[in-house]
């Protein structure tokens, strides 16, 4: 029998192929990206700076992309990391499409190689795709990741 708790994935719980849709979705607002550009010093005026917006190819006000990207990992640690010993790798990381204040991100994501620990019995890697998607069901964001997870005791 499988496990498909949130939090409580183990190794053993996944299989090449699953695909799991993050719930709940988040609605980006004014606030969300005013506040992560405080806190890590990003104050490029396209993030906050309407007039400025205005004036660039999309016309408005753009959401920084490690915000996006912050966001989406944490929608998918129940599924994917809530049992991570680490996070240890992230790559292929592909901004898509633009975010703006009051889009609807979704994510999901698939389990691309499931492999045990070369050197330690209790533990193993996962190698996961994750996509993140708008209220229009454009791509906005790729990436992929490593993480070491333990395996289920018996």
Do not use: W
Not at 39 to 56: G, R, V
Not at 71 to 100: F, K, Q, R, T
């Amino acid at each position: 029998m499988r496990n498909n708790e949130p939090y409580a994935m183990y190794l053993e719980n996944f299989k090449v192929g699953d695909i799991f849709k993050h719930f709940p979705a988040k609605t980006v607002t004014e606030s969300d990206n005013n506040l992560f550009c405080l806190l890590t010093c990003n104050h490029h005026p396209i993030h906050s700076d309407i007039e400025f917006a205005k004036k660039s190819q999309h016309g408005k006000i753009l959401v920084v992309g490690t915000y996006v990207l912050s966001l989406v990992v944490g929608m998918s640690v129940p599924h994917i990391s809530g049992m991570a010993i680490a996070n240890l790798e992230y790559e292929n990381v592909v901004h898509n499409g633009p975010v703006h204040i009051g889009d609807t991100i979704y994510a999901q994501s698939e389990i691309l190689d499931v492999r045990e620990s070369k050197s330690k019995n209790d533990r193993g890697i996962i190698y996961v795709e994750t996509m993140a998607f708008n209220q229009k069901k454009e791509k906005i964001l790729t990436f992929r990741r490593r993480v070491l997870l333990p395996k289920q005791k018996i």
